[in-house]
């Protein structure tokens, strides 16, 4: 991923510092948008199997193709707003697990600024 470079001028002010937080600011949100497709791609697996997915079976699956356990709290965050947002319905509660799958409003990509829903009739 390529990163913009400014030209330095003399009459720069702006300190090293400023760069190197711009593209850790960036690398932050490739990551975000990453996980999100990664835990897309998971409930549509199990879309296509037709069958409910729990969330302890998303983490088990980002850990083992991803390694991403350590990130489970941003993991649980990006499950809430797709739940918030009507990404991901609740299906049923099991022994005290509770069953999501995709629900009608499929997204249609993902981008940095806002995530763009596609409503099926």
Known sequence: MEYYQPEKDKND???IEWYEFQKARADAKFLRERKKAAILECFELAEKNNFPISISM???WL???Y???KAEKSIYKILCGFLMNGVIELVE???NQRFYKLSKRKIKRINVERIKFNEEE
């Open 63 to 65: 850990f083992v193709h």
């Open 67 to 69: 390694e991403w356990l």
């Open 58 to 60: 998303i983490l088990g």
């Open 93 to 95: 509660i099991k022994n």
């Open 13 to 15: 002010s702006l300190p």
